[in-house]
């Protein structure tokens, strides 16, 4: 069985071995940033690169970053002590594209990484991809959909609303369409009563997102609206102590 160490570091390994530089987790009190108080997510510290204004080179990066959830549009206060995966402080391992691949690659990256590194079984994973927003102009995400169908079959692909397919970092700032990886962790009697696809986002304890893959392509203006990204993003993160779990097959994060 791996240890916690050893899956931060196959996952570095992975991405270092894809052209990623591997860099260091950022503080988690932000200093230059007045729309957040604590680095709430990995792509924090990328902030004035997704928008533009700082040199984005080297275009590939990857890490794993101390995030804290207690205030603000990310807040998981309420959830802790309630379910089996949510913390006020975690480590969330993150992969970034700036300008440069976008989503069939960030796609083909993870899938290779939990499947042909970690051999987490495909009957396991389901994925959501967003179902579009009428009211924000944007279509569903048949592109992504497209991509995973190539590793999936349609009924592991699921359509997600705003709430949990449109990602933001704050009430402003940069955001976009996702799409999550969930896992289930079921017993093989539980899998075979009730689908794990309508277990998705649903609450069940041992159903759960370990990955998210955003695809940045916004900057959310303090009107509400949405300015296009002067580049493509990729803004991944995936939360370490459960994929912990999920490997050394515990049924919580505690
Ligand atoms: N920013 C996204 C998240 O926090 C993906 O890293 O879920």
């Not at 949510?86 to 691949?101: A, I, K, P, Q, R």
């Not at 794990?196 to 609206?225: C, H, T, Y």
């Amino acid at each position: 069985m791996m240890t916690a160490n050893e899956i931060r570091e196959s996952f570095k390994q992975f991405f270092e071995g894809k052209g990623h530089k591997i860099e260091a987790s950022a503080p988690m009190v932000i200093k230059d940033d007045p729309t957040l108080m604590f680095t709430n997510a990995g792509m924090n510290q990328w902030k004035d690169i997704i928008l533009g204004t700082r040199d984005p080179e080297p275009r590939r990066r990857a890490d794993s970053q101390k995030c804290l959830r207690v205030s603000g549009k990310h807040n998981d206060l309420e959830e802790v002590g309630h379910d089996t995966y949510h913390h006020t402080m975690f480590e969330m391992l993150g992969n970034w594209s700036f300008g440069d691949y976008f989503k069939r690659e960030a796609i083909d990256y993870a899938w290779e990484y939990l499947v042909d590194v970690l051999h987490l079984n495909p009957q396991d994973i389901y994925v959501t991809v967003f179902e579009g927003s009428e009211e924000e102009g944007i279509a569903r995400d048949d592109e992504a959909a497209e991509y995973w169908s190539k590793h999936l079959p349609a009924d592991h692909i699921i359509n997600g609303n705003k709430h949990d397919n449109f990602w933001e970092m704050g009430e402003t700032g940069p955001c976009g369409p996702c799409s999550e990886i969930h896992l289930d962790s079921r017993s093989a009697k539980e899998k075979a009563e009730v689908p794990g696809a309508s277990l998705v986002n649903k609450d069940n304890p041992q159903v759960i997102e370990i990955w998210n893959i955003v695809f940045m392509q916004f900057n959310r203006k303090s009107d509400g609206s949405l300015q296009p990204l002067p580049m493509h993003v990729i803004d991944t993160g995936m939360g370490f102590e459960r994929l912990v779990r999920s490997l050394q097959g515990k049924t919580s994060n505690y």
